[in-house]
């Protein structure tokens, strides 16, 4: 009867439905693969701050067992009324490879915009990760807007024919941006990531026993990245990659233009010198990379700079192997700040360019073929903020130009010391004793028998080949520093802790103490304001109102010891301290009754009998 074949129908559409519904729901709730979030707000920060989370870039990393995370860019869960707040998106040079941490181009751009905007809390929040293209960046938008951004600063395009889905890439589905952008939508459902995993497991099984050419797992990030070894200028894949940063970066900007975000996109730089081309091959449109380059070569050495730069570029732009972006990329970058009114060109190129040799971009600001040094990434933090500042958003703002310092004092806060120079180091020499710059494998190879140079570099060599932390090679090289009576190389490797992680009372506290045993108080003091402010202990409140008595400031100086006894009623330094704030206040009573309390804790404690005597004196 009809009314039984409408029931059929729709009992054979909602018992699947209902299947995937409960399956989605099972999956979500064992957790399965985690949570891939673009940003979390842990637990062990109170919830009150967000910071990008670890394993959201396994989105896009299926045959990739090592996965590239983001920086530890810190901002507030709910949005400071004067917050301004900028989201910084690219790939491995915009997460300030192989420097990571300080060494990022946005916290330069930060710190001058910290300095003159000071009615305003900023966040330049840096969401940037190796091995990634626009693809990513696109997954990343509705993500970042949900976070009210005031602006967005995007350097991108190096990666986006090796990226993570791109048309070269061992990680790619295919040359199709739109189907690809539907794929990274879909793929936020459990259900879906548990069929991808079925498939790849199934197409990996097959390609072992076909003897399939895929990646070798064990190389570099670079080679395991690489599908296209060989593409042309002017190729279908080299165009096919045109296409896809184009569509990809218009798909980006026309959801930031409806939300009325402002975007600072930069043109690209890279090592045109002094990187030879990887792989070279004549076609019929063009001669091989590596004659041009010679030819670049002899016009340098002619001193005929301005050919030389056209020529280099011209044999960066015939390398088939796609690690740095055409001059054609640059030119889309352009178009595209031409065609969308609140996109703004950056001149990340030019800027590099006008400081280099001669004009011409080589190991002077390069390390390699692409990652900046250094001065490198200072110069892209003054390109940002120089874009930045011309703009009417800025002046909108009220800044306060009075209150900033000379880029000389910006270079030097990137507090970047020996040790964070030798980690860049071993990085880089891992990355150059590798494919492709290297292509016969040498198993006597950089780290073998690496002999160390400091204990900066020893400790720096165990960051990079044997998985010590970042931040635990820094405390560790202070103490030891500290032990060996160089109080000050201490103190510079804790204040790039505090640099990285203003949220993290204990690099303060440990300045602090090196200050203090120096009897510098001036020099304690801002230390221990910053350690207070994050998390009031015992100890900070005891010497900040130690330094507040000490410099006259009784009523705060009180307050503060009577804090610090909050945290330990029978801290005998504290209730000495308080005692005789008191007494320079003159309240005798009080100063006598937190003496009274010393001498139960501690009759014997240094001074105490001289000051009852001095007490009972003025009492009488």
């Known amino acids: 009867?009809?009314?039984?074949?409408?029931?059929?129908?729709?009992?054979?559409?909602?018992?699947?439905?209902?299947?995937?519904?409960?399956?989605?729901?099972?999956?979500?709730?064992?957790?399965?693969?985690?949570?891939?979030?673009?940003?979390?707000?842990?637990?062990?920060?109170?919830?009150?701050?967000?910071?990008?989370?670890?394993?959201?870039?396994?989105?896009?990393?299926?045959?990739?067992?090592?996965?590239?995370?983001?920086?530890?860019?810190?901002?507030?869960?709910?949005?400071?009324?004067?917050?301004?707040?900028?989201?910084?998106?690219?790939?491995?040079?915009?997460?300030?490879?192989?420097?990571?941490?300080?060494?990022?181009?946005?916290?330069?751009?930060?710190?001058?915009?910290?300095?003159?905007?000071?009615?305003?809390?900023?966040?330049?929040?840096?969401?940037?990760?190796?091995?990634?293209?626009?693809?990513?960046?696109?997954?990343?938008?509705?993500?970042?807007?949900?976070?009210?951004?005031?602006?967005?600063?995007?350097?991108?395009?190096?990666?986006?024919?090796?990226?993570?889905?791109?048309?070269?890439?061992?990680?790619?589905?295919?040359?199709?941006?739109?189907?690809?952008?539907?794929?990274?939508?879909?793929?936020?459902?459990?259900?879906?990531?548990?069929?991808?995993?079925?498939?790849?497991?199934?197409?990996?099984?097959?390609?072992?026993?076909?003897?399939?050419?895929?990646?070798?797992?064990?190389?570099?990030?670079?080679?395991?990245?690489?599908?296209?070894?060989?593409?042309?200028?002017?190729?279908?894949?080299?165009?096919?990659?045109?296409?896809?940063?184009?569509?990809?970066?218009?798909?980006?900007?026309?959801?930031?233009?409806?939300?009325?975000?402002?975007?600072?996109?930069?043109?690209?730089?890279?090592?045109?010198?002094?990187?030879?081309?990887?792989?070279?091959?004549?076609?019929?449109?063009?001669?091989?990379?590596?004659?041009?380059?010679?030819?670049g070569q002899s016009q340098y050495s002619s001193n005929n700079f301005s050919e030389a730069f056209e020529t280099f570029q011209y044999a960066r732009d015939l390398d088939v192997l796609r690690f740095r972006a055409s001059t054609e990329m640059n030119t889309l970058i352009k178009n595209l700040t031409e065609e969308f009114p609140n996109t703004y060109y950056v001149p990340v190129k030019e800027h590099l360019t006008e400081r280099a040799e001669n004009g011409i971009i080589g190991f002077d600001l390069m390390l390699e073929h692409l990652h900046p040094n250094a001065a490198g990434y200072f110069l892209m933090g003054q390109a940002f903020y120089d874009a930045f500042a011309s703009n009417d958003m800025f002046q909108n703002l009220n800044p306060d130009l009075s209150r900033k310092r000379t880029w000389d004092d910006y270079k030097a806060g990137m507090q970047l010391t020996e040790f964070d120079h030798r980690v860049a180091w071993h990085r880089i020499e891992l990355l150059v004793t590798g494919w492709p710059f290297v292509l016969e494998p040498d198993p006597m190879r950089y780290p073998r028998n690496y002999q160390y140079q400091s204990k900066a570099d020893s400790l720096a060599f165990n960051v990079v080949n044997r998985g010590l932390n970042w931040d635990r090679g820094k405390v560790q090289l202070a103490e030891y520093y500290r032990e060996n009576n160089q109080p000050f190389k201490a103190l510079a490797e804790y204040r790039g802790l505090m640099r990285e992680q203003p949220f993290n009372d204990s690099p303060f506290v440990f300045a602090a103490r090196i200050a203090l045993d120096l009897n510098d108080f001036e020099m304690a003091r801002p230390y221990l304001e910053q350690a207070y402010a994050i998390s009031p202990s015992g100890f900070t409140c005891r010497m900040l109102g130690a330094i507040e008595v000490d410099a006259g400031n009784l009523a705060r100086g009180i307050a503060l010891l009577e804090e610090a006894l909050t945290f330990d009623a029978n801290d005998a330094q504290a209730l000495f301290n308080l005692s005789g704030a008191y007494g320079l206040n003159r309240e005798f009573e009080e100063a006598m009754r937190v003496l009274r309390q010393l001498e139960r804790v501690n009759p014997n404690f240094p001074g105490a009998r001289e000051w009852r005597a001095q007490l009972e004196n003025i009492l009488n």
């Open 1 to 295: 009867s009809p009314e039984k074949k409408r029931l059929f129908l729709i009992l054979a559409i909602a018992i699947p439905a209902l299947f995937f519904f409960l399956l989605e729901m099972s999956l979500r709730i064992g957790d399965y693969k985690g949570n891939q979030d673009l940003f979390i707000f842990p637990e062990q920060l109170d919830g009150k701050y967000g910071i990008s989370n670890r394993n959201f870039n396994s989105r896009y990393f299926f045959y990739t067992q090592t996965i590239p995370s983001a920086s530890n860019d810190i901002f507030f869960a709910e949005k400071p009324e004067n917050g301004f707040r900028v989201f910084v998106m690219g790939g491995s040079t915009t997460a300030g490879y192989p420097y990571g941490f300080n060494g990022t181009f946005s916290r330069v751009t930060r710190d001058v915009l910290q300095d003159v905007l000071p009615d305003k809390h900023v966040e330049l929040v840096n969401v940037a990760t190796s091995a990634i293209n626009t693809y990513t960046l696109y997954d990343q938008v509705r993500e970042i807007i949900a976070q009210k951004p005031d602006a967005i600063f995007i350097y991108a395009g190096h990666n986006e024919y090796f990226g993570a889905l791109g048309v070269g890439s061992s990680e790619s589905f295919g040359a199709f941006p739109a189907f690809v952008r539907a794929y990274l939508r879909l793929q936020r459902l459990k259900t879906f990531m548990l069929v991808r995993e079925g498939i790849l497991k199934t197409s990996t099984v097959i390609a072992r026993l076909g003897n399939s050419d895929r990646a070798d797992p064990s190389g570099t990030l670079m080679q395991r990245m690489v599908r296209e070894q060989s593409i042309p200028l002017d190729s279908d894949v080299y165009e096919l990659g045109k296409i896809q940063f184009n569509s990809n970066m218009r798909a980006i900007l026309r959801q930031f233009e409806r939300e009325g975000i402002p975007v600072f996109l930069g043109s690209l730089a890279s090592n045109l010198k002094d990187q030879r081309p990887f792989f070279s091959e004549e076609t019929e449109k063009h001669p091989p990379a590596d004659r041009v380059f010679s030819e």
